[in-house]
């Protein structure tokens, strides 16, 4: 069963800083396209960062470039989000998945919340 476990969310004040993790079962995150996505209230699902397999380059949305950076830890099947210079407007529900994601594999997310 594939499943991926997105967790570390909070409640931080803006300039702060989080890190999410994702732990990944049932398949290898190493072997896979694989990224980060969030749903902020009212608007629709948006890509955050992805990590390619095939060259692990990484790839980051506009908004947060500078601020995040993605990383994976092999041996424990895990990716990882840290996020810097939190916003308000990165408040959101952040998921993991696959690139390009699978329905299947959204799980219930992490609420990051960043006040002002």
């Known amino acids: 069963d594939v499943q991926l476990q997105a967790s570390g969310g909070g409640l931080v004040q803006a300039g702060g800083s989080l890190r999410l993790s994702c732990a990944a079962s049932?398949?290898?995150?190493?072997?896979?396209?694989i990224g980060w996505f969030r749903q902020a209230p009212g608007k629709e699902r948006e890509g955050v960062s992805c990590?390619?397999?095939?060259?692990?380059?990484?790839y980051y949305a506009d908004s947060v470039k500078g601020r995040f950076t993605i990383s994976s830890d092999i041996a424990k099947n895990t990716m990882y989000l840290q996020m810097n210079s939190l916003k308000p407007e990165d408040t959101a529900v952040y998921y993991c998945?696959?690139?390009?994601?699978?329905?299947?594999?959204w799980g219930q997310g992490t609420l990051v919340t960043v006040s002002s």
């Open positions: 998945n696959k690139n390009p994601p699978r329905y299947a594999y």
């Open positions: 049932g398949f290898t995150l190493d072997d896979h396209d």
């Open positions: 990590i390619s397999d095939s060259n692990g380059s990484r």
